[in-house]
């Protein structure tokens, strides 16, 4: 099915109906999957508490991120800012991303059976589950990427140029989502320049899409120039410290393999191979491999690429697809591609779902350990300094309440006068976003921090005589202290840079306002 004569027989015909039973099914499927399991055994993820606390201090942009995760965590605490409220969220983008792949196969020219195959696909992907359960940019993403490549295969098939329109609005939102965006419409660019599709530069409207995505993406850049470009002094910072796992190009493209899945390489492998035959879908295989290539020179994470993979998961169903038809059309064939068919489904069905309580947050840890070593699966390190035996998307949501308890231990253990003039200092947006997400059931302050975007919100108004901190060396607090007590504060699941005494400090000798420079930590 790889040839320009099926295209033709695409565009001269209507499209395939939406199989609406795949809609329906799988979309059920994915949303309740997410709420039957992402609050049962596990706490707020580290960075979901620095999200509600971005949601607090709406900005038009941050240290470390686009300003639409505000939002979305805004629109969790209007909810009630629950763990439940706060998940359903991506779990929602999640579905709707289902959808949208089945809608892309649709218009691709997939019929019901490569429908059902691009929504198993990205329904079961262990990559796309995991982002899913968590309330990071990173589970809206996919969204925007594949909206605008929705958009993109629109204007493949039927040549409208109006559709950059659309392409621009879904573009700069993503750019307001995640400023990776960036090097997806750099692949995209590229890709068209590559093809024929270049002329579109010649026609206003690809140049008013342009337009649109440079309004949207106006008010983070300005805020960026005001604030002389933090996010790029942060990734500077995370690149001389050597903080992410770097891979070379092999080892790259195998941990894509194996964390998307084995079983689904064939699938993305097909759709790759099919759109680069096929003309007029030869854009799209452009697009991917020119991002793919960009990410692997650029040693970005792994999961950097997965937005992209639906769009890959469409075409290679509706290749796969369109070969078995092709070939059950010889004599003699058709109850034997039945059958073929059947098995790729039960196939992607057994083989992926034995992973799934391993990504959707199902299992409590003791269990997850053993049932991930009985699999065989333990995802590999992102960050050198990731200290637990549980992968770090998990480990990172243990030992936050305990922590906030301790400290509010601490806390009550001074009298009225002497509560009243200490302050919380927090090593990073994790033990400050738990002080503000927790502490006011223990009536604690706000806390303070110069980690990421905390640094722009200290140094406090009120300048107080004494700190808990957390975090900090004991020859630090021997040092910037005149008594100081401990208590240890230990998780056993929780990431293990986090282990460290929880310290009071008595009287400070340092005044906030004057070393709040050297507190700034961005990386």
Not at 133 to 146: C, D, H, I, R, V
């Amino acid at each position: 099915m790889g040839s320009d004569q099926n295209s033709a027989r695409v565009e001269s015909s209507a499209l395939p109906r939406v199989a609406w039973d795949a809609v329906v099914l799988l979309c059920a499927a994915k949303l309740l999957l997410h709420i039957f399991t992402s609050v049962q055994h596990y706490g707020y993820f580290r960075d979901e508490l620095y999200n509600l606390d971005l949601a607090r201090h709406l900005a038009w942009g941050y240290v470390d991120c686009a300003p639409l995760i505000a939002v979305y965590a805004k629109i969790a605490l209007l909810m009630g800012g629950s763990l439940a409220a706060l998940r359903t969220l991506p779990a929602l983008a999640g579905t709707a991303l289902v959808a949208l792949g089945i809608c892309m196969a649709r218009e691709l020219g997939g019929g019901r059976y490569a429908q059902w195959l691009t929504g198993l696909a990205i329904l079961l992907t262990p990559a796309v589950l995991a982002l899913d359960g968590l309330l990071t940019m990173n589970a809206f993403e996919p969204l925007y990427w594949m909206g605008a490549a929705w958009v993109i295969i629109r204007f493949l098939r039927t040549g409208d140029s109006r559709l950059w329109i659309w392409f621009g609005v879904l573009v700069g939102l993503g750019l307001e989502n995640k400023h990776s965006t960036l090097f997806f419409g750099f692949a995209v660019f590229m890709a068209l320049l590559l093809t024929e599709h270049r002329r579109e530069f010649l026609k206003p409207w690809m140049w008013i899409g342009a337009a649109i995505i440079l309004i949207l993406f106006a008010p983070n850049l300005i805020w960026q120039v005001r604030h002389h470009f933090p996010t790029y002094e942060d990734l500077h910072n995370v690149k001389v410290m050597h903080k992410n796992v770097v891979l070379g190009p092999w080892e790259f493209v195998k941990q894509q393999i194996v964390i998307v899945h084995p079983l689904l390489f064939p699938v993305w492998l097909a759709g790759l191979v099919w759109m680069w035959r096929t003309r007029r879908w030869r854009v799209l295989a452009i697009t991917f491999a020119v991002f793919f290539v960009v990410m692997e020179v650029m040693h970005a994470k792994v999961y950097y690429v997965f937005p992209i993979y639906g769009m890959m998961f469409a075409a290679g169903s509706v290749a796969i697809a369109g070969w078995i038809g092709e070939w059950a059309r010889q004599p003699g064939r058709a109850g034997l591609a039945t059958a073929v068919r059947a098995a790729i489904v039960v196939v992607l069905i057994v083989g992926m779902g034995i992973y799934v309580p391993l990504t959707v947050f199902a299992l409590p840890p003791e269990k997850y350990l053993a049932y991930a070593r009985k699999v065989g699966y333990l995802p590999p390190k992102m960050e050198m300094h990731h200290e637990s035996e549980l992968p770090q998307p998990i480990a990172d949501q243990f030992g936050w309440r305990e922590m906030v308890a301790q400290v509010a231990e601490l806390y009550d253990s001074l009298p009225p006068e002497q509560r009243a003039e200490t302050g919380i200092i927090a090593g990073n947006y994790g033990e400050a976003g738990a002080v503000d997400e927790f502490g006011p059931a223990y009536r604690l302050p706000t806390a303070i921090s110069g980690h990421q975007n905390h640094f722009y919100w200290g140094p406090p108004a009120k300048r107080y005589e004494n700190f808990i901190v957390i975090q900090w060396d004991e020859q630090d607090v021997k040092d910037d202290c005149t008594t100081y007590r401990s208590v240890e504060h230990y998780n056993e699941w929780g990431m293990g840079e986090e282990n460290r005494p929880i310290f009071l400090c008595m009287g400070a000798k340092f005044d906030l306002n004057v070393v709040w420079g050297k507190l700034k930590h961005w990386n």
